[in-house]
Nanobody, 124 residues
Framework: QVQLVESGGGLVQAGGSLRLSCAAS????????MGWFRQAPGKEREFVAG????????RYADSVKGRFTISRDNAKNTVYLQMNSLKPEDTAVYYC?????????????????WGQGTQVTVSS
């Protein structure tokens, strides 16, 4: 069982930056691939970024490539999402997710554990 707690969301102006953190419980964090998803009002939850168990492989949605960076610190059981050059369309609730098995995936159903989400609001 893995419990995930996100933090770092907030209100930021367009062009600004935020760093989200996701702290995981459990001793097997390093064996999980991790992902960030987001859900805007009235829209489906969508993949944002993923990272393999060791951090050697990352994937991004086209909409955030070049602006967002996912990373992890297995010693701290934490995964991060650095978000730069934020746009109003990045406004959403951001969720952290963990996937048994070490490789990254895009699909919501590929992930086994979810955090409660953190709100990111980007003003124009």
């Amino acid at each position: 069982q893995v419990q995930l707690v996100e933090s770092g969301g907030g209100l930021v102006q367009a062009g600004g930056s935020l760093r989200l953190s996701c702290a995981a419980s459990g001793r097997t964090f390093s064996s999980y691939a991790m992902g960030w998803f987001r859900q805007a009002p009235g829209k489906e939850r969508e993949f944002v970024a993923g990272i393999s168990w060791g951090g050697g492989s990352t994937r991004y949605a086209d909409s955030v490539k070049g602006r967002f960076t996912i990373s992890r610190d297995n010693a701290k059981n934490t995964v991060y999402l650095q978000m730069n050059s934020l746009k109003p369309e990045d406004t959403a609730v951001y969720y952290c997710a963990a996937r048994r098995g070490g490789t990254t995936r895009f699909g919501i159903t590929d992930y086994d554990y979810w955090g409660q989400g953190t709100q990111v609001t980007v003003s124009s």
